[in-house]
């Protein structure tokens, strides 16, 4: 009964994608991407490899409910408060001295990290003068992010993380909640743009003072994750910030020289050269 | 049988943790298959896992980094709020996808993720816990050729876990804490 789907499986797989659709996957994780396809596999019930790859191959809403599953879009607002205390007194002052911010957050998923950073601007009075550019491969959760619609029920932990993070606010003053659904202020909405962006194939589109791109470089392959670290440098104007996940690094990368990281334990690096 | 296992996977949760003490204060100095703990944890009391357990033991004890290689002789920590997948170069991935059994990190995917991999050069630990992850990985790993040891119900402080998994698998041993320090001795 056990659904194995093998190795050489996950290549044809891979190379399906990329030929049909131009979606490379290729230097992804391969334990992490083989989980994911596996799991895509039992939830809608395919009864082998090759109904699966006959569905991919032909069906375009289905491909991309193949990559919206693939990915992993688990995100929160305030996730790691202490991370977002940093951000909040250490790097908005910074911030605050630019006329024009642009911030980039590289695989936002459904945006609850960029709502939180726009939530950080506000409060700092730095909104109005600022550009929030949401990015991810996936065009499906982008939707939901640009609509600022969240599970109501969400609401009390994100608000806990807000405080924890050095929030004095109401949090529930930046959304309305109507049944099961909070959705969030157009006065943030009216900062953000949210685009599709590859990180794989994609090149670089403005430059910015701060990006964040946390819990994304996990899933890929060490080389990809140095292409995509040069990604970043490229689009980092000098001086600017680069904020990982908490298992993310820059170490051993080919850009390590030209970045301090800010405090030991918040992953947190400044352009220097 | 000797330097037959490449990895050994220990997965615990609640009432685990004095086990585990237990386990690696009889692990003979220079013993030579890695380790992989995988323990349901607060996330708010963190890293102290890593030092208490290095009080025990003269092996090293890490918790690991993302695509790390797997090591001979070290005792590797999953890091708390992560999935740990391991790759067939035997470097670990990490993975911030949804809970499995309300965990992160799960037993049932560093179960099922490191017996694709190793097969019948796995051994899988599983120790006292009030949930019941861990059951599935190890019905998966056996069918992989892992061999499958689960800490005695009638010792294990909390015995849902181990019971949970006995319904689902067949365990090659169950053994109590000393039996277990013992059994991993005699492998390498």
Known sequence: MEVIITDEEIEVLLDDMLQQYGYDFTEYSKASFKRRIQRLFIMDKFSSFAALRYRIKTDQDYFNHAVTEISVNVTEMFRDPLFYKVIREKIIPVLATHPFIRIWHAGCATGEEVYSMAILLKEANLLERSLLYGTDLNPLVLDRARNGIFQVNQMQQYSKNYILSGGLQEFSSYYTANYNLAKFNEIFQRKMIFSTHNLVSDFSFNSFQLIFCRNVLIYFEKNLQGKVLDLFDNSLDMLGFLALGSKESLRFSSIAHKYKQLEDREKIWRKLK | MKDSYKLIVIGGSAGSLQVIFRIFKNIRPGFSIPFLLVLHRNVSYDSALEQLLSFK??????????????????????????????????????????????????????FKSSSEVYKNKLLCILLSGANADGAEGLRYAKEKGSLIIVQDPAEAEVSYMPEQALELTTADHILNSRDIGAFINSLA
């Open chain 2, 57 to 110: 033991t003269s092996m090293p004890v890490k918790e690991i980094e993302e695509k790390e290689k797997i090591d001979k002789g070290k005792i590797y920590i999953c890091p708390a709020d992560y999935h740990v997948l391991i790759e067939n170069d035997h470097s670990f991935s990490l993975d911030y996808s949804e809970k499995i059994n309300f965990s992160r990190p799960s037993i049932d995917v560093v």
